[in-house]
């Protein structure tokens, strides 16, 4: 049986580390060319996986000295933390009462709240640009603060409810009968058990925030105040020629770190996911 | 009994600000772009005026937005299609426990993690139509093409319409995997191990197991992620506006970057709102095929 | 039919040793129990001799050939988990089929024997059902019909009453056994469940910490326990112990009545005992008290059955009388029985 085992074992490895590679790939490709000497890079005969023509640092003194970057990721935290914040206020305590709300209409609220997330941007976008233009926020950051928590708040009190759904009913009661009233057994003892979610919620909620393009990409205007997302693609482009090797810099920078805080917490939101979308 | 105590009066308090709140940044858009598919409005017009259907007429005659409504279809069936086989062989490969796990699964999970349009410049650069590192592959390792004259010319990724479409299929593909692939992992080890043991003891081989009792009843979470990711995509303009603005000569389009050039680019919010509406009905189905999954999903 | 041997067999975790060199060895179409408290390994030695887990050294024989790296499928037997297991979206009827199509049988004969399977346990209208439609008994015998279709040579159970209610325990306890006699196929049988131990098995072997304490028939483990450990696990009331002249000293709470209460010819020994608190149980008194003289500090249980009519006041003190050789004694250290000496 060992031979067989054997096989196996390579023929599992191999899968594994070919979709690991694709999934990868863009990322590492992002890291080599960030450190690419610019005559290197437009080069197309010279050797793409290492630095034949020496590393260099200029691309990414470019990126934080001569562009905006920095001013863009400013931009995308003081959106991110805001929304978390309005996201954390209306979801949690929505979660909550969607979780203890017995019955059909409980249920089908629940339902309804998620499905609206099937409502895309790209349907609602043209109407809330006219809507973000009567009320002067156009190229305002706060136009996103407004209407981003349009997507994170369906998800995370689906999220919420199925953390809620997960603490016994009972120790609700024997608050209540220690004399609290029920919504202090909520804020003194429901939510501090709760911290796992309300993590995992606010990791959610920032990621999402710092993926949005649509939204972004048509409230705002002027450079200074596009969040990364939009800023990147759409900035360090000049003219006809994109300068690659800060652009892939500024995208590394914006994806890998946030991707690895989000690992932490995947598992946890994938149980809030799956729990929801099987039992209903 | 005070709000502070009745289970109900309670609820209705808690989940009131969401529900306003949904209400007037879903909501009422939603009934304002009904609006504006029927008017004749426009980024600088203050009102606007009831023309009927016209804008959906204008909209069908215009043959850019058919190929629109194909592409998007397209997109999106053939993406979610790759992604339902491709994440669950991914699934099924991650279930064992092995060493490193947790580096292959920080790497399989870059793609959705990272913003949208970040990965897809990545991808633009990959497949840039000159300095492409595929090309440099193909042309130096595989001397299958080159650029100097005398050798047949690498493909162009993003140029060529047929190439540009299947490039833009792959990275939503490559975008959309990991949360299938999660998905799909959490439904199988939901599958008591009992079941896995009882099959191995009735003689059920790795094939037949794999595909007479775990598939199955992984089923209905994996309809779930497909469709799920078949809406993500359906909805999607980010990949294609990143890669092709829709190009060459708007052979890429989908819908919702044409509504997108339409209305913002271009000011007709009424002709926008008209092309972005056809998304609806789709995504009502999808909705609804959603609900009959949830429901019909308790198995075990 | 085939006697399971197993030499040695040692499974090893991390953390801790699940399974600490067990010999045993069955004989033919025999119905035998793995009793034990959890924790104790019973389980693990099960799965090992199904192959769903891989020992740590040792071997298993079923059937005079020596199995330690076929898997399941190859080692002739069959299993019922305490979950039963049953395939949640196959009908009853495919749950049923399922082991003969992956076995290769041909299609014609599986109907018939399906059906033959399930006659037998009285589920013929239940075929076109889904588990989730079943009750728990039902579940059960589906998982029993599935189990013996395939004609295994050996029977693996792990804990299958565990999930029933306590009144349907006792019917399905009882078809199990006719069932198994009936067959004749031989059994092995994993349980906590000392009642069910001692009316379903031919022998049991009560484990503990991995390692077997006892092999034997019902009234041998019960009446002859080989140490402290089997003596206190089987019977409830669990046995009184105390310590006397160096030994542990054990008797069994229905082994001791109101002097005069004892017709027997054997020699007896007095003691007096002090009752602190009676529980009427109906078919039993169970009186709370201590041995007055002898073991004043410990508490013990005597069990009065109904038909001893002798009044019992709390607080008193009674003679009572045990047969001496119901007394059994245990070294003080190692817990292992040893020869009896006086009081």
């Given at each position: 049986?060992?031979?067989?085992?054997?096989?196996?074992?390579?023929?599992?490895?191999?899968?594994?580390?070919?979709?690991?590679?694709?999934?990868?790939?863009p990322?590492?490709?992002?890291?080599?060319?960030?450190?690419?000497?610019?005559?290197?890079?437009?080069?197309p005969?010279?050797?793409?996986?290492?630095?034949?023509?020496?590393?260099?640092?200029e691309n990414?003194?470019?990126?934080?000295?001569?562009?905006l970057?920095?001013?863009?990721?400013?931009?995308?935290?003081?959106?991110g933390?805001?929304?978390?914040?309005?996201?954390?206020?209306?979801?949690?305590?929505a979660?909550?009462?969607?979780?203890?709300?017995?019955?059909?209409?409980?249920?089908?609220?629940?339902?309804?709240i998620?499905?609206?997330?099937l409502?895309?941007?790209?349907i609602?976008?043209?109407?809330?640009?006219k809507v973000?233009a009567?009320l002067?926020?156009?190229?305002?950051?706060?136009?996103?603060?407004l209407?981003?928590p349009?997507?994170?708040?369906?998800?995370?009190?689906?999220?919420?409810?199925?953390?809620?759904?997960?603490?016994?009913?009972?120790?609700?009661?024997?608050?209540?009968?220690d004399g609290?009233?029920r919504l202090?057994?909520?804020t003194?003892?429901?939510?501090?058990?709760?911290?796992?979610?309300?993590?995992t919620?606010?990791?959610f909620?920032f990621?999402?925030?710092?993926?949005?393009?649509?939204?972004?990409?048509t409230?705002?205007?002027s450079g200074?105040?596009?969040?990364?997302?939009v800023?990147?693609?759409?900035?360090?482009?000049?003219?006809?020629?994109?300068?690659?090797?800060?652009?892939?810099?500024?995208?590394?920078?914006?994806?890998?770190p946030?991707?690895?805080?989000?690992n932490?917490?995947v598992?946890?939101?994938?149980?809030?996911?799956?729990?929801?979308?099987?039992?209903? | 009994?005070?709000?502070?105590?009745?289970?109900?009066?309670l609820?209705?308090?808690?989940?009131a600000?969401?529900l306003?709140?949904?209400?007037?940044?879903?909501?009422?858009p939603?009934?304002?772009?009904?609006?504006?598919a029927?008017?004749?409005?426009?980024?600088?017009?203050?009102?606007?005026?009831?023309?009927?259907?016209?804008?959906?007429?204008?909209a069908?005659?215009?043959?850019s937005?058919?190929?629109a409504?194909?592409?998007?279809?397209l997109?999106?069936?053939?993406s979610?299609?790759?992604?339902?086989?491709?994440?669950?062989?991914?699934a099924?490969?991650?279930?064992?426990?092995?060493?490193?796990?947790?580096?292959?699964?920080l790497?399989?999970?870059?793609?959705?993690?990272?913003?949208?349009?970040?990965?897809?410049?990545?991808?633009?650069?990959?497949l840039?139509?000159?300095?492409?590192v595929?090309n440099?592959?193909?042309?130096h390792?595989?001397?299958m093409?080159?650029?100097?004259?005398?050798?047949?010319?690498?493909?162009?990724?993003l140029?060529?319409?047929?190439?540009?479409?299947?490039?833009?299929?792959i990275?939503?593909?490559?975008?959309?995997?990991?949360?299938?692939?999660?998905?799909?992992?959490?439904g199988?080890?939901?599958?008591?191990?009992?079941?896995?043991d009882?099959?191995?003891?009735?003689?059920?081989?790795?094939?037949?197991?794999?595909?007479?009792?775990?598939?199955?009843?992984?089923?209905?979470?994996?309809?779930?992620?497909v469709?799920?990711g078949?809406v993500?995509?359906?909805?999607?303009?980010?990949v294609?506006?990143?890669?092709?603005?829709?190009?060459?000569?708007?052979?890429?389009?989908?819908?919702?970057s044409l509504?997108?050039?339409?209305g913002?680019?271009?000011?007709?919010?009424?002709?926008?709102?008209a092309?972005?509406?056809?998304?609806?009905?789709?995504?009502a189905?999808?909705a609804?095929?959603?609900?009959?999954?949830a429901?019909r999903?308790?198995?075990? | 039919?085939a006697?399971?041997?197993t030499?040695?067999?040692?499974?090893?975790?991390t953390?801790?040793?699940?399974?600490?060199?067990?010999?045993?060895?069955?004989?033919e179409?025999?119905?035998?129990?793995?009793l034990?408290?959890?924790?104790?390994?019973?389980?693990?030695?099960?799965?090992?001799?199904?192959g769903?887990e891989?020992?740590?050294?040792?071997?298993i024989?079923?059937?005079?050939s020596?199995?330690n790296?076929?898997p399941p499928?190859?080692?002739?037997?069959?299993?019922?988990?305490q979950?039963?297991?049953?395939?949640?979206?196959?009908?009853?009827?495919?749950?049923?089929?399922?082991?003969?199509?992956a076995?290769?049988?041909?299609?014609?004969?599986?109907?018939?024997r399906?059906?033959?399977?399930?006659?037998?346990?009285?589920i013929?209208r239940?075929?076109h059902?889904?588990?989730?439609?079943?009750?728990?008994?039902?579940?059960?015998?589906?998982?029993?019909?599935r189990?013996m279709v395939r004609?295994?040579?050996?029977?693996?159970l792990?804990e299958?009453?565990s999930?029933?209610?306590?009144?349907?325990?006792?019917?399905?306890r009882?078809?199990?056994?006719q069932?198994?006699?009936r067959?004749g196929?031989?059994?092995?049988?994993?349980t906590h469940d000392?009642?069910?131990?001692m009316g379903?098995?031919?022998?049991?072997?009560?484990?503990?910490?991995?390692?077997v304490?006892?092999?034997g028939?019902?009234?041998?483990?019960?009446?002859?326990?080989?140490?402290?450990?089997?003596?206190?696990?089987?019977?409830?009331?669990?046995?009184?112990?105390?310590e006397?002249?160096?030994?542990?000293?054990?008797f069994?709470?229905?082994?001791?009545?109101p002097?005069?209460?004892?017709?027997?010819?054997?020699?007896?020994v007095?003691?007096?005992?002090?009752?602190?608190?009676?529980?009427?149980l109906?078919?039993?008194?169970?009186?709370?008290?201590?041995?007055?003289?002898?073991a004043?500090d410990?508490?013990?249980?005597?069990?009065?059955p109904?038909t001893?009519?002798?009044?019992?006041?709390e607080?008193?003190?009674?003679?009572?009388?045990?047969?001496?050789?119901?007394?059994?004694?245990?070294?003080?250290?190692?817990g292992?029985?040893?020869?009896?000496?006086?009081?």
């Amino acid at each position: 049986m060992n031979a067989r085992e054997g096989g196996r074992k390579v023929v599992h490895r191999s899968v594994i580390a070919l979709f690991a590679i694709f999934a990868s790939f863009p990322f590492a490709w992002m890291l080599i060319t960030t450190f690419k000497k610019t005559n290197d890079l437009l080069d197309p005969n010279s050797f793409p996986f290492w630095y034949p023509k020496g590393a260099t640092l200029e691309n990414l003194r470019v990126l934080f000295e001569e562009t905006l970057f920095v001013r863009w990721v400013g931009n995308t935290l003081f959106v991110g933390v805001v929304v978390v914040i309005i996201t954390l206020l209306l979801a949690v305590p929505a979660g909550y009462a969607l979780a203890r709300l017995s019955g059909r209409f409980g249920e089908q609220l629940g339902i309804g709240i998620f499905l609206t997330y099937l409502v895309p941007p790209t349907i609602l976008f043209i109407p809330l640009a006219k809507v973000v233009a009567m009320l002067h926020l156009q190229d305002s950051l706060w136009s996103l603060v407004l209407v981003y928590p349009s997507f994170t708040i369906p998800f995370c009190t689906w999220l919420m409810m199925g953390f809620f759904k997960a603490i016994p009913k009972d120790i609700e009661e024997a608050a209540m009968v220690d004399g609290l009233s029920r919504l202090a057994a909520f804020t003194k003892v429901i939510l501090p058990m709760s911290v796992a979610g309300i993590l995992t919620v606010i990791i959610f909620t920032f990621t999402l925030v710092m993926q949005e393009f649509v939204y972004g990409l048509t409230f705002i205007n002027s450079g200074r105040n596009f969040t990364v997302s939009v800023g990147v693609p759409s900035f360090l482009v000049r003219g006809d020629v994109y300068f690659w090797g800060s652009l892939m810099g500024a995208c590394f920078i914006a994806s890998v770190p946030i991707a690895i805080l989000y690992n932490f917490f995947v598992d946890r939101f994938i149980a809030g996911f799956t729990v929801g979308a099987v039992k209903g | 009994m005070r709000v502070a105590d009745s289970e109900n009066a309670l609820a209705r308090f808690l989940i009131a600000p969401a529900l306003i709140y949904i209400g007037a940044v879903i909501g009422v858009p939603f009934v304002l772009s009904l609006w504006f598919a029927v008017s004749d409005v426009t980024v600088s017009s203050t009102a606007g005026h009831f023309v009927g259907l016209s804008n959906f007429r204008l909209a069908l005659e215009d043959p850019s937005f058919s190929r629109a409504l194909r592409n998007t279809f397209l997109f999106a069936i053939a993406s979610q299609l790759v992604v339902i086989v491709l994440a669950t062989v991914l699934a099924v490969a991650l279930q064992k426990d092995f060493r490193g796990k947790w580096v292959v699964r920080l790497l399989i999970l870059l793609p959705w993690v990272a913003p949208v349009s970040l990965g897809s410049i990545g991808w633009l650069w990959i497949l840039d139509s000159i300095y492409s590192v595929i090309n440099y592959g193909m042309d130096h390792w595989l001397h299958m093409c080159g650029p100097e004259p005398g050798k047949t010319p690498c493909p162009v990724w993003l140029g060529q319409p047929a190439l540009a479409m299947s490039s833009i299929i792959i990275v939503q593909v490559w975008r959309t995997l990991p949360l299938a692939t999660v998905i799909n992992l959490g439904g199988l080890t939901s599958i008591p191990q009992d079941i896995h043991d009882a099959a191995q003891i009735d003689g059920a081989g790795f094939f037949r197991t794999l595909f007479q009792i775990t598939l199955p009843l992984v089923l209905p979470i994996l309809l779930v992620a497909v469709l799920f990711g078949f809406v993500f995509a359906f909805t999607d303009m980010i990949v294609v506006w990143v890669l092709t603005r829709g190009g060459p000569y708007d052979m890429t389009q989908v819908l919702a970057s044409l509504a997108f050039f339409k209305g913002i680019d271009g000011g007709d919010l009424a002709g926008a709102s008209a092309i972005a509406l056809f998304l609806f009905p789709v995504l009502a189905a999808a909705a609804i095929l959603l609900l009959r999954l949830a429901r019909r999903s308790e198995v075990v | 039919m085939a006697i399971v041997e197993t030499k040695q067999l040692r499974k090893v975790f991390t953390d801790h040793i699940a399974v600490d060199g067990v010999d045993l060895a069955t004989r033919e179409g025999e119905f035998l129990v793995l009793l034990g408290p959890s924790g104790c390994g019973k389980t693990t030695l099960l799965r090992m001799i199904a192959g769903l887990e891989k020992q740590t050294s040792g071997d298993i024989v079923i059937g005079g050939s020596v199995v330690n790296d076929l898997p399941p499928r190859e080692r002739k037997i069959a299993m019922v988990f305490q979950s039963y297991a049953l395939y949640p979206h196959l009908t009853v009827a495919k749950n049923i089929a399922f082991p003969l199509k992956a076995g290769g049988t041909p299609s014609d004969q599986i109907e018939k024997r399906v059906q033959t399977a399930a006659s037998m346990f009285g589920i013929e209208r239940l075929l076109h059902r889904k588990p989730r439609q079943l009750s728990g008994g039902e579940r059960q015998r589906v998982a029993l019909a599935r189990a013996m279709v395939r004609e295994p040579a050996v029977f693996l159970l792990d804990e299958p009453l565990s999930n029933l209610d306590a009144k349907l325990r006792t019917s399905a306890r009882d078809e199990l056994q006719q069932f198994q006699r009936r067959l004749g196929t031989t059994t092995i049988y994993v349980t906590h469940d000392q009642v069910e131990a001692m009316g379903l098995g031919h022998r049991i072997a009560v484990m503990s910490k991995g390692k077997v304490r006892q092999l034997g028939p019902p009234q041998e483990v019960y009446n002859d326990p080989a140490d402290t450990f089997v003596a206190g696990f089987l019977g409830s009331p669990p046995m009184n112990f105390f310590e006397r002249n160096g030994a542990t000293v054990g008797f069994r709470p229905e082994q001791i009545l109101p002097k005069g209460q004892y017709s027997s010819q054997e020699p007896l020994v007095h003691l007096w005992y002090r009752v602190d608190r009676v529980e009427n149980l109906g078919a039993d008194r169970l009186l709370y008290g201590v041995l007055r003289d002898l073991a004043p500090d410990v508490k013990m249980i005597v069990n009065l059955p109904f038909t001893v009519h002798q009044p019992v006041t709390e607080g008193q003190a009674y003679e009572f009388s045990i047969k001496q050789s119901d007394l059994k004694f245990f070294d003080k250290e190692t817990g292992l029985r040893v020869a009896p000496r006086p009081l």
